[in-house]
Protein backbone atom coordinates (compact mmCIF):
# COMPACT_ATOMS: atom_id res chain seq x y z
CA UNK A 1 0.00 0.00 0.00
CA UNK A 2 0.98 3.17 -0.95
CA UNK A 3 2.23 5.74 2.07
CA UNK A 4 0.91 9.04 -0.52
CA UNK A 5 -2.51 8.15 -1.62
CA UNK A 6 -1.81 11.18 -4.61
CA UNK A 7 1.52 11.47 -5.16
CA UNK A 8 2.83 13.74 -8.70
CA UNK A 9 6.08 15.48 -9.42
CA UNK A 10 6.37 18.98 -8.06
CA UNK A 11 9.37 20.92 -9.58
CA UNK A 12 12.69 20.33 -11.39
CA UNK A 13 15.48 21.77 -10.04
CA UNK A 14 18.46 22.35 -12.58
CA UNK A 15 22.02 23.19 -11.45
CA UNK A 16 22.81 26.38 -14.09
CA UNK A 17 26.12 28.04 -15.26
CA UNK A 18 25.05 30.96 -15.96
CA UNK A 19 21.88 32.15 -14.04
CA UNK A 20 21.06 35.25 -16.24
CA UNK A 21 21.58 33.43 -19.29
CA UNK A 22 19.23 30.66 -18.22
CA UNK A 23 17.02 33.09 -16.99
CA UNK A 24 16.67 34.25 -20.26
CA UNK A 25 16.00 30.93 -21.81
CA UNK A 26 13.70 29.82 -19.55
CA UNK A 27 11.37 32.57 -19.71
CA UNK A 28 11.27 33.53 -23.45
CA UNK A 29 10.73 29.44 -24.72
CA UNK A 30 8.35 28.75 -21.77
CA UNK A 31 6.77 32.47 -20.56
CA UNK A 32 8.01 31.17 -17.36
CA UNK A 33 7.37 33.86 -14.64
CA UNK A 34 9.67 34.67 -12.10
CA UNK A 35 7.85 33.68 -8.77
CA UNK A 36 11.83 34.57 -6.49
CA UNK A 37 14.84 35.01 -6.90
CA UNK A 38 17.88 35.13 -4.74
CA UNK A 39 20.37 37.68 -5.95
CA UNK A 40 23.64 36.85 -2.78
CA UNK A 41 26.72 37.08 -4.81
CA UNK A 42 27.49 33.05 -5.07
CA UNK A 43 24.17 32.05 -4.11
CA UNK A 44 22.38 33.14 -7.43
CA UNK A 45 19.07 30.91 -7.86
CA UNK A 46 15.81 31.55 -9.45
CA UNK A 47 12.12 29.83 -8.60
CA UNK A 48 10.13 29.72 -12.41
CA UNK A 49 6.46 29.12 -12.50
CA UNK A 50 3.24 29.50 -14.24
CA UNK A 51 -0.13 30.85 -12.83
CA UNK A 52 1.29 30.71 -9.60
CA UNK A 53 2.67 26.89 -9.43
CA UNK A 54 6.43 26.51 -9.09
CA UNK A 55 7.86 24.34 -11.78
CA UNK A 56 10.99 24.51 -12.18
CA UNK A 57 14.22 26.09 -10.06
CA UNK A 58 17.78 27.25 -11.54
CA UNK A 59 21.04 27.08 -9.26
CA UNK A 60 23.86 29.21 -10.25
CA UNK A 61 26.33 26.17 -9.03
CA UNK A 62 27.91 24.45 -11.37
CA UNK A 63 30.64 24.55 -14.46
CA UNK A 64 31.03 23.19 -17.47
CA UNK A 65 28.11 21.61 -19.71
CA UNK A 66 25.57 18.80 -18.77
CA UNK A 67 26.94 15.08 -19.07
CA UNK A 68 24.36 12.62 -20.48
CA UNK A 69 26.60 9.88 -19.43
CA UNK A 70 26.40 10.49 -15.93
CA UNK A 71 24.09 9.11 -13.33
CA UNK A 72 21.19 11.86 -12.83
CA UNK A 73 18.77 13.71 -14.84
CA UNK A 74 18.77 12.32 -18.40
CA UNK A 75 15.92 15.11 -19.60
CA UNK A 76 12.94 17.24 -18.67
CA UNK A 77 9.59 16.91 -21.01
CA UNK A 78 7.22 19.68 -20.96
CA UNK A 79 3.71 18.22 -22.45
CA UNK A 80 1.53 21.11 -24.35
CA UNK A 81 -2.01 20.92 -25.59
CA UNK A 82 -1.23 20.86 -29.49
CA UNK A 83 1.06 19.99 -32.05
CA UNK A 84 0.98 23.79 -33.11
CA UNK A 85 2.03 24.54 -29.98
CA UNK A 86 4.86 22.83 -30.19
CA UNK A 87 6.08 24.15 -33.53
CA UNK A 88 5.76 27.59 -31.90
CA UNK A 89 8.08 26.64 -29.44
CA UNK A 90 10.27 25.33 -32.04
CA UNK A 91 10.36 28.72 -33.73
CA UNK A 92 11.28 30.59 -30.56
CA UNK A 93 14.00 28.13 -29.83
CA UNK A 94 15.66 28.60 -33.57
CA UNK A 95 15.22 32.45 -33.35
CA UNK A 96 17.30 31.90 -29.89
CA UNK A 97 19.79 29.45 -31.80
CA UNK A 98 18.96 26.33 -29.57
CA UNK A 99 20.29 23.23 -30.55
CA UNK A 100 18.11 20.25 -31.46
CA UNK A 101 18.76 16.76 -31.74
CA UNK A 102 16.03 16.07 -34.60
CA UNK A 103 14.98 18.33 -37.20
CA UNK A 104 11.44 19.24 -36.65
CA UNK A 105 8.52 17.62 -34.64
CA UNK A 106 9.21 13.74 -34.68
CA UNK A 107 6.45 11.20 -32.87
CA UNK A 108 7.90 9.17 -29.67
CA UNK A 109 8.22 5.85 -31.59
CA UNK A 110 7.51 4.29 -34.93
CA UNK A 111 3.37 4.34 -35.31
CA UNK A 112 3.17 6.63 -32.51
CA UNK A 113 0.41 9.70 -32.81
CA UNK A 114 2.45 11.66 -29.36
CA UNK A 115 5.48 13.64 -30.27
CA UNK A 116 7.52 16.75 -30.12
CA UNK A 117 10.88 18.15 -30.39
CA UNK A 118 14.34 17.67 -28.37
CA UNK A 119 17.15 20.35 -27.79
CA UNK A 120 19.13 21.27 -25.43
CA UNK A 121 19.27 24.26 -23.02
CA UNK A 122 22.54 26.86 -22.74
CA UNK A 123 24.21 24.12 -20.53
CA UNK A 124 23.40 21.25 -22.35
CA UNK A 125 20.56 20.13 -20.63
CA UNK A 126 18.03 18.13 -22.81
CA UNK A 127 15.09 19.07 -22.85
CA UNK A 128 11.83 18.02 -24.96
CA UNK A 129 8.25 19.69 -25.64
CA UNK A 130 5.73 17.27 -26.69
CA UNK A 131 1.67 17.22 -27.39
CA UNK A 132 -0.36 14.10 -26.76
CA UNK A 133 -1.50 13.80 -30.66
CA UNK A 134 0.15 15.10 -34.17
CA UNK A 135 3.11 13.66 -35.10
CA UNK A 136 1.89 10.51 -36.80
CA UNK A 137 3.07 12.08 -40.11
CA UNK A 138 6.70 12.44 -39.17
CA UNK A 139 9.37 9.00 -39.19
CA UNK A 140 10.81 8.14 -35.66
CA UNK A 141 14.28 8.37 -35.39
CA UNK A 142 14.42 5.72 -32.90
CA UNK A 143 12.46 3.67 -35.06
CA UNK A 144 10.79 1.66 -32.35
CA UNK A 145 12.70 2.74 -29.19
CA UNK A 146 11.69 5.35 -27.51
CA UNK A 147 12.51 9.00 -29.59
CA UNK A 148 13.09 10.67 -25.96
CA UNK A 149 15.59 7.84 -24.75
CA UNK A 150 18.15 8.32 -26.92
CA UNK A 151 18.66 11.91 -27.86
Not at 3 to 10: D, E, I, S, V, W
Not at 69 to 80: E, K, T
Amino acid sequence: MSKAKNLQTGHVGLNVTDLDRSLAFYREVFDFAVMAEGKEDGRRWAFLGRDGRLLVTLWQQSQGVFAADRPGLHHLSFQVDTVEEVRATEEALRALGAEFAYEGVVPHGEGASSGGIFFTDPDGTRLEVYAPTGAESATAPSGSAPTCGFF
